[in-house]
């Protein structure tokens, strides 16, 4: 066929094909539009609509030399949104979806997860973890119907159902929506499930009441495309001061209720502080801006920061396209700077000096029966087997809670939840049937700070099966250390993405392959990190220990936890101030020296 042309017919074609190869990089094609007559080019077309702002940073990051990672060109390709009736057909014929695909499906909150599962996990939005008991009891029902007949709480106060094939991804969404719920954004490069205080609006403590907050946020995303196809996935929390932790310190913005004294440069009251740059997998932590603004101007500030970050966060390298990244290479000033432009106004500033100290925090405040605001109610903590529910516990749970409190089911980032409403009256009657179900309201100093990742049992990434290895460690702990008598929050998480926060748990754990062999045989195991804090005492944890057998993780703990009991000043002193006091290396060197691991040597 090519014989048919002649050498300038050729070269002809072969620029057309090159025009056409770079009209796909750059956006589309501009062809007789030109001024130097019939058939010349003219300058691309100005992007216009809800992904404009997405297409001109892509064009800028090309002009600049830089190559469009892979998502970013399948979201260049096919917006997500556009494409969602193609990616239906084609899930309705049992498939599973494409690297590009599984991409595009988890702007709907489907994530599929082969080979650890041939299936998909669906990811919700649950705005500050609240459920009432007929959504809770119509998510086992779909999750029954759809999926593999469990949920598991995440460590973003969410839900997530698992194994579902192809085929019934679709119903399952559609489900949701039938519910009153979505999985939109739940996940790829989008603003994740929108976190707030478990008990807003109950706890006495607390300076403002997160629910219309979270609620009016994830309202704000749904409704503007423009929102969807960051350069990385997002998260934005709400701490209203209360006695609950919020991690608001681990998101990416967090806002948190704060009271302004007398003498500051704005007005006395309650107003909402700014802190930017957490991702704890990542070894940061958010940092206070200075920046204080009204509750009922987050939204809007909150737009302002992401407007920020799509235009200059790195779409090449997706290791390094957090928000993290951008204000590491500019520093707070220039961003906030910026975040001013976009605002047309400058925020307002105060003197830690001039802000009145917060509210102490309760680590079992998650766990057990606890007394509400309103005289006469309380809240009461369930613990759950590192988040898992079986669909028959969820409507026996539903049927409680509006049997006996309020009817709200409320999710933690302790992957457990709370019931509220609960009259002195019913308590021992909520924990009677909560026992009924093979779960409690009570916990060990180990189990109540347990927090676990899906593993390699439903995760591809992850290198080890975190949520069997977390109860194993726990069963040993209670087993062998009773006199245990303070919480210790262990975090177990398979892979560098850190979902179960491994950083910021007194002691961590990070999925590893250990070899066992001269032939290079490896089995499961972690890294083992010390000292990370949360709260009134956020802090990044220090490795100690690598690639430690996960059948060893058991005694590693045990041994310390038992130098901890040993050389501590008094039980007031927490475990992370005590590694703090003694340094994380001679932790490790007198944790070695404890019979236990010394006979094991």
Not at 35 to 45: I, L, N
Not at 66 to 88: M, S, T, V
Not at 376 to 397: C, E, F, H, S, Y
Not at 495 to 517: E, F, N, R, T
């Amino acid at each position: 066929m090519a014989d048919a042309f002649n050498a300038e017919q050729k070269r002809y074609l072969e620029g057309f094909a090159s025009g056409i190869s770079a009209a796909r990089l750059t956006g589309g094609l501009a062809l007789g539009q030109g001024t130097s007559g019939p058939g010349a080019s003219a300058p691309p077309a100005e992007p216009i609509g809800p992904d404009a702002i997405h297409v001109k940073a892509q064009d800028a990051t090309i002009k600049g030399g830089g190559k469009l990672c892979e998502q970013e060109k399948w979201k260049r390709a096919e917006n997500p949104f556009d494409g969602h009736n193609r990616l239906i057909a084609e899930a309705a014929t049992g498939k599973g979806p494409k690297p590009e695909d599984n991409f595009r499906w988890r702007y709907h909150g489907l994530f599929w997860v082969a080979p650890a599962q041939n299936s998909y996990m669906c990811r919700l939005r649950i705005p500050n973890g609240i459920l009432q008991h007929w959504q809770f009891a119509g998510i086992a029902d779909l999750a029954d119907a759809h999926g593999g007949g469990y949920t598991h709480v995440t460590t973003r106060a969410n839900l997530q159902v698992r194994e579902i094939s192809p085929e019934h991804g679709q119903p399952f969404l559609d489900g949701l929506i039938d519910l009153g719920l979505t999985a939109r954004g739940a996940g790829a490069d989008n603003i994740r499930n929108v976190t707030g205080s478990p008990v807003a609006g109950i706890d006495a403590q607390e300076l403002l009441d997160t629910r219309p907050l979270a609620k009016s946020w994830h309202n704000h995303i749904l409704n503007d495309r423009s929102l969807f196809g960051l350069p990385r996935k997002f998260n934005v929390a709400f701490d209203g001061g209360g006695v609950m932790p919020v991690l608001e310190e681990t998101n990416d913005i967090g806002f948190q209720a704060i009271r302004v004294l007398d003498g500051a440069a704005v007005e006395p009251g309650i107003w909402m502080r700014l802190v930017l740059g957490g991702i704890s997998g990542h070894r940061d932590l958010a940092r206070d801006t200075g920046v204080v603004l009204k509750p009922e101007d987050c939204n809007k500030v909150a737009d302002a920061i992401l407007r920020v970050f799509i235009k200059n966060g790195d779409r090449t390298n997706r290791n390094k396209s957090r928000m993290k990244y951008v204000l590491d290479a500019w520093g707070f000033d220039k961003y906030l700077a910026a975040v001013e432009e976009v605002l047309g106004t400058k925020l307002d500033r105060v003197d830690p000096a001039h802000v009145a100290p917060r509210g102490g925090m309760d680590r079992f405040a998650h766990v057990g029966v606890h007394k509400q605001v309103q005289p006469g109610l309380n809240w009461i903590g369930v613990i759950l087997p590192v988040g898992k529910l079986t669909t028959d516990q969820m409507r026996a749970l539903a049927k409680i809670a509006t049997e006996c409190g309020d009817g709200a089911i409320r999710m933690t980032v302790w992957q457990n939840f709370l019931f509220s409403g609960v009259p002195d009256a019913k308590v021992a009657e909520v924990q009677s049937r909560v026992a009924a179900l093979g779960l409690t309201t009570q916990a060990s100093s180990i189990r109540a700070g347990l927090v676990a990742c899906t593993g390699n049992q439903g995760c591809k990434f992850a290198a080890s099966d975190t949520k069997g290895h977390a109860l194993v460690i726990a069963d040993y702990i209670e087993a062998n250390l009773k006199e245990l008598d303070v919480p210790v929050n262990v975090h177990l998480t398979g892979c560098h993405h850190s979902c179960a926060q491994h950083y910021i748990g007194d002691i961590g754990l990070i999925g590893a392959k250990v070899v066992v062999s001269e032939e290079g045989d490896t089995v499961e195991g972690y890294d083992i990190v010390v000292g990370g804090g949360f709260g009134d005492s956020p802090k990044i944890g220090t490795e100690i220990w690598k690639a430690v057998r996960a059948e060893d993780c058991p005694t590693r703990i045990e041994a310390l936890l038992r130098t901890y009991l040993a050389r501590r000043e008094d039980p007031a002193e927490s475990f992370q101030a005590f590694t703090a006091r003694t340094g994380p290396e001679s932790l490790r060197t007198i944790a070695e020296e404890q019979p236990i691991l010394k006979a094991a040597a």
